[in-house]
């Protein structure tokens, strides 16, 4: 391939991260339930880098106490399959029984088996992803939120 190619290819390809100085229209609140530490700093780093406020949680039973004691509200929940205390599929049915009608979206690992994927989905979901979410998949999210009037 010639330099010339090269280089109008990558010049082709769009970014997709907090470098590319992506910012939300309105002001945006994402829940991040995860109990991995590198995972939920990610997340965090690259949504407040967009415009987002967030904030992050260990465990679903956090989450869920959340939204029933301090009645905050979020526009976007991402919930880790896997956490102690209340896993996502148990938190997310709460968050559902209790009337909650944020976009839920689901992180599950590698790991995990499709039965567990589809449990997870019937509990509430309105999306599931495999572990690690990429900046591609946040941004197509954000870009949901903020297109919604």
Not at 16 to 25: I, L, Q, R, S, T
Not at 69 to 94: C, E, H, W, Y
């Amino acid at each position: 391939m010639s330099s010339s190619a090269s280089a109008s290819s990558s010049k082709s390809k769009k970014r997709v991260g907090p470098d590319n100085d992506f910012k939300v229209g309105k002001q945006l609140k994402v829940l991040i339930v995860d109990d991995d530490d590198m995972s939920q700093t990610t997340y965090i780093l690259f949504l407040q880098k967009c415009g987002v406020e967030t904030l992050g949680v260990r465990n679903g039973n956090v989450a869920v106490t959340i939204h029933d004691i301090t009645q905050m509200r979020f526009d976007l929940i991402l919930m880790n399959s896997v956490l102690p205390l209340m896993d996502g599929i148990q938190a997310t049915k709460k968050l559902r029984e209790m009337g909650i009608t944020t976009m839920i979206v689901g992180m599950t690992n590698v790991n995990d088996k499709e039965e567990v994927r589809k449990e997870f989905m019937e509990a509430g979901l309105d999306d599931c992803y495999e572990k690690p979410l990429t900046p591609e998949i946040l941004r197509s999210l954000l870009e949901k939120l903020s297109n919604k009037a």
